[in-house]
T-cell receptor, first 111, second 113 residues
């Protein structure tokens, strides 16, 4: 059982559409991180959300941390082919600095 | 900074051979992580070092896997003997001790035939 559940597992949409992907847990996290991984590369950190209810924007990407700090969402407006990749969420275990990882959402934006 | 550097990028080896993967973390980062990524299991933490000391190796699948960090700028992951089921992409990542944001290398794609 994944401590961090990501949905959907796979999403393929047309350029210009909007989308939202989710990262959910039954546990409380002090923070959650979102990474994007492109083929042949390692994951790259996009953003860290720390405060319950926090919203962070990165150009067309909007990240939200749930009020209870158990879930997070990533919304992409007017998706572009360059947004294609595997989106991973991760959060630190309370007892140490290790990260727990979700299985990821594989996103394909078709031109 | 050049980021986390891994070598080789690709490795193809025959079953039973020894494989050594190398990692140079970002200068000043005190934590180093080795991960394995496969389609079936996603990203799995193998071992975690802090200040060159292994803190948690519970993710190391078997005794065939071993990892060392002789100094702050170098780590190795060794598989001996290798098996086809070890085929995966192996990532090294580093982070500051009190900051869990991880910076990944480009990975080593290992194929054991």
């Amino acid at each position: 059982t994944q401590l961090l559940e990501q949905s959907p597992q796979f999403l393929s949409i047309q350029e210009g559409e909007n989308l939202t992907v989710y990262c959910n847990s039954s546990s409380v996290f002090s923070s959650l991180q979102w990474y994007r991984q492109e083929p042949g590369e390692g994951p790259v950190l996009l953003v860290t959300v720390v405060t319950g209810g926090e919203v962070k924007k990165l150009k067309r990407l909007t990240f939200q941390f749930g009020d209870a700090r158990k879930d997070s969402s990533l919304h992409i407006t007017a998706a572009q082919p360059g947004d294609t990749g595997l989106y991973l969420c991760a959060g630190p275990l309370a007892s140490n600095y290790q990260l727990i990882w979700g299985a990821g959402t594989k996103l394909i934006i078709k031109p | 900074d050049a980021g986390v550097i891994q070598s080789p990028r690709h490795e193809v080896t025959e079953m039973g051979q020894e494989v050594t993967l190398r990692c140079k973390p970002i200068s000043g980062h005190n934590s180093l992580f080795w991960y394995r990524q496969t389609m079936m299991r996603g990203l799995e933490l193998l071992i975690y070092f802090n200040n060159n000391v292994p803190i948690d190796d519970s993710g190391m699948p078997e005794d065939r896997f071993s990892a060392k960090m002789p100094n702050a700028s170098f780590s190795t992951l060794k598989i001996q003997p290798s098996e086809p089921r070890d085929s995966a992409v192996y990532f090294c990542a580093s982070s500051l001790r009190d900051n869990t944001e991880a910076f990944f290398g480009q990975g080593t794609r290992l194929t054991v035939v």
